[in-house]
Antibody, heavy 125, light 107 residues
Framework: EVQLVQSGAEVNKAGESLKISCMGSGDDFTNDWIAWVRQMPGKGLEWMGI????????KYSPSFEGQVTISADKSISTAYLQWSSLKASDTAMYYCARQAYYASGTDFHSALDFWGQGTKVTVSS | DIQMTQSPSSLSASLGDGVTITCRASQNIKRHVNWYQQIPGKAPKLLIY???SLESGVPAKFSGSGSGTDFTLTISSLQPEDFATYYC?????????FGQGTKVEIK
């Protein structure tokens, strides 16, 4: 069974650094892309960025570039999301998700088919 | 970046009703649209990919259509477990943006 297991809830102060993780199991994730999605309290889903576990190629949303760093360790099928200096506005639930690819004629489509359980990050000012 | 605009932002419906949610892209994204369901306190779940393909294990009461800039998600015969928030997402180009969500509530 494919699973993405995220690290536990975090409570931090503004200005602290933080790194949360997302570990895949039940499949070979070496050639998978893992995305990170933010959900602020009571709000919708925001796509933050994505990383290819094989070579750590990364794409960021302009809204998040420079604010977070996405990294990976393919040897343990794990993706990371980190902050160097947290802000109160980083308080949110963070989800990781695997990007699956589907052939459609001569085109390929992608979607987030498996999701982690979420990591709640609370930052106090 | 591509903007995805969902409507309505919320709707009320009764058990057994059918509902339709729409999503409009700010540019032509062919059929690169996915739909997700999120129950409060849970991670999102993929329902539909490539605008109209049903993800494995998802009941056929969910259906999607559209291409270009206009897309719809239709849910037939609403049951208690269908009351949730639904999101569209474009996967045509990075960043793979989401719509703002549609909350389906019990009337």
């Amino acid at each position: 069974e494919v699973q993405l297991v995220q690290s536990g809830a975090e409570v931090n102060k503004a200005g602290e650094s933080l790194k949360i993780s997302c570990m895949g199991s039940g499949d070979d994730f070496t050639n998978d892309w893992i995305a990170w999605v933010r959900q602020m309290p009571g709000k919708g889903l925001e796509w933050m960025g994505i990383i290819f576990l094989h070579d750590s190629e990364t794409k960021y949303s302009p809204s998040f570039e420079g604010q977070v760093t996405i990294s990976a360790d393919k040897s343990i099928s794990t993706a990371y999301l980190q902050w160097s200096s947290l802000k109160a506005s980083d308080t949110a639930m963070y989800y990781c998700a695997r990007q699956a690819y589907y052939a459609s004629g001569t085109d390929f489509h992608s979607a987030l088919d498996f999701w982690g359980q979420g990591t709640k990050v609370t930052v106090s000012s | 970046d591509i903007q995805m605009t969902q409507s309505p932002s919320s709707l009320s419906a009764s058990l057994g009703d059918g509902v339709t949610i729409t999503c409009r892209a700010s540019q032509n994204i062919k059929r690169h649209v996915n739909w997700y369901q999120q129950i409060p306190g849970k991670a999102p779940k993929l329902l539909i990919y490539s605008a109209s393909s049903l993800e494995s294990g998802v009941p056929a009461k969910f259906s999607g259509s559209g291409s270009g800039t206009d897309f719809t998600l239709t849910i037939s015969s609403l049951q208690p477990e269908d009351f949730a928030t639904y999101y569209c997402q474009q996967s045509y180009s990075f960043p793979h943006s989401f719509g703002q969500g549609t909350k389906v509530e019990i009337k």
